[in-house]
């Protein structure tokens, strides 16, 4: 699976979007990514996966270049409740199920 | 709540003992694998089961073992435990083998090494 490249931290105001990019640059066409969060102290919690299309769902959106080297995880308005460690994985196709490749995360704090 | 649940929350052990740890995977799941989260890094993968069968490993020696049950519920085993071994370990289940399915994760088992 391909490696990811974060920023280490992020500050966010609550009630503003919140985007947190992710390079990927030598992903392959069979390559998933994937985000998960980690609030402290709780197990990762999934939030969206996309292959070559933005994806929307309940809790955030996804956004891939069209030559899929880097993504951004956009939450539209953060809460001080999204404050914890977000990690951009990329899966890829074949990954036999519950395998996932975590790098060091990005640590979004959203501050009042 | 994921429906995983994880025991114990907190353990401590000694250099050298063995530990069990236990997961309850999410009705219906028939895939579980097992994370080592150290301080301020994020979980590295230990391993997977599929229908009671271990289905891929990371870099962890053999002392690091694991069971499936015929209800898809899992135990983690560490024998001759090392200081390094001081953790938060995490189960996840997930639906079937392959990719595309989230995995639902426990909130974990922290293991204390002295």
């Known amino acids: 699976d391909a490696k990811t490249t974060q920023p280490p931290s992020m500050d966010c105001a609550e009630g503003r979007a919140a985007n947190l990019p992710c390079n990927h640059s030598?992903?392959?066409?069979?390559?998933?990514v994937y985000w998960y969060r980690q609030i402290h102290s709780q197990g990762p919690q999934y939030i969206i996966h996309?292959?070559?299309n933005n994806e929307t769902n309940e809790m955030a959106s996804l956004i891939i270049t069209e030559d899929r080297k880097s993504s951004t995880l956009i939450l539209p308005h953060a809460t001080l409740r999204d404050t914890a460690v977000y990690y951009c994985?990329?899966?890829?196709?074949?990954?036999?199920?519950?395998?996932?490749?975590f790098g060091q995360g990005t640590e979004l704090s959203v501050k009042p | 709540e994921t429906g995983v649940t994880q025991s114990p929350t907190h353990l401590i052990k000694t250099r050298g003992q063995q530990v069990t740890l236990r997961c309850s995977s999410q009705?219906?799941?028939?895939?579980v694998s097992w994370y080592q989260q150290a301080l301020g890094q994020g979980p590295q993968f230990i391993f997977q089961?599929?229908?009671?069968?271990?289905?891929g490993r990371g870099n962890f020696p053999p002392r690091f073992s694991g069971l499936q049950f015929p209800n898809y519920s899992s135990e983690l085993n560490v024998n001759a435990l090392e200081l390094d071994d001081s953790a938060l370990y995490l189960c996840?289940?997930?639906?079937?083998?392959?990719?595309?399915?989230?995995?639902?994760f426990g909130e974990g088992s922290r293991l204390t090494v002295l």
């Open positions: 994985i990329v899966r890829s196709l074949y990954n036999q199920g519950g395998k996932l490749i």
């Open positions: 089961y599929y229908r009671e069968e271990e289905n």
């Open positions: 030598t992903i392959s066409g069979n390559e998933y």
């Open positions: 996309g292959l070559k």
């Open positions: 996840a289940s997930s639906l079937e083998r392959g990719a595309g399915g989230e995995l639902f």
């Open positions: 009705s219906g799941h028939n895939t």
